[in-house]
């Protein structure tokens, strides 16, 4: 895998639908099968089940435990996004590089530097397709559920680690600045290298 496509790779997010797979969701009943349940009610069902969920945790678990369990969540999610490559070591990038690679792809105001910190954020979907302000690149938030709590924004902190920390080599430490499901215009996010 070339530098652009891991790059392009690597930045774009993975699906939480973990209640299947979304072809099979959409198939039609073949002959002989029974008719199931269709796409759209499986896409409610889930997205209602996930928001219940998220208000359980928030009424259920202190802020640090969901913190880490979301994190956690996006960091299993980065490497799965990953597919085969999960399982090669990529040589480190330098910063600028990584940087400059990010501003190549999504243009200026994806990542800057400055010093041991990078500003990044959300620009373009996982097609190359430039998003707007108000637009999540997780497939479950874009449209949906309403009233989704602000904790299901941790997973994009670990998925970002993730991401900087495989692409420089080592470890960083990220922090989410602004978030659509928190009141934001666009998920915008410190990592300290």
């Not at 269709?38 to 640090?64: G, H, T």
């Not at 997780?138 to 299901?152: A, D, I």
């Not at 978030?179 to 666009?186: E, N, V, W």
């Amino acid at each position: 895998m070339d530098r652009k496509d891991f790059l392009k790779k690597s930045i774009g997010m993975c699906s939480f639908l973990a209640l299947g797979p979304v072809a099979p969701c959409c198939a039609e009943a073949g002959e002989g099968k029974p008719p199931g349940t269709s796409c759209e009610k499986k896409q409610e069902f889930a997205q209602i089940w996930v928001k219940r969920m998220f208000d359980i945790l928030d009424a259920q678990l202190d802020d640090a435990t969901r913190r880490k369990l979301m994190e956690t969540m996006g960091e299993t999610c980065y490497r799965g996004s990953l597919g085969e490559a999960a399982r090669e070591t990529p040589k480190p990038l330098e910063t600028d590089a990584l940087v400059a690679g990010m501003r190549q792809y999504g243009g200026e105001e994806m990542a800057r530097r400055e010093g041991n910190t990078i500003y990044f954020q959300y620009i373009k979907n996982p097609d190359g397709l430039r998003v707007a302000d108000g637009f999540c690149l997780c497939p479950l938030v874009e449209s949906g559920p309403p009233g989704l709590s602000g904790t299901y924004c941790q997973c994009s902190v670990g998925y970002v680690r993730a991401m900087f920390s495989r692409l420089l080599g080592k470890p960083v430490e990220v922090e989410l600045t602004e978030s659509l499901k928190r009141g934001g215009k666009a998920c915008r996010f410190t990592i300290h290298v």
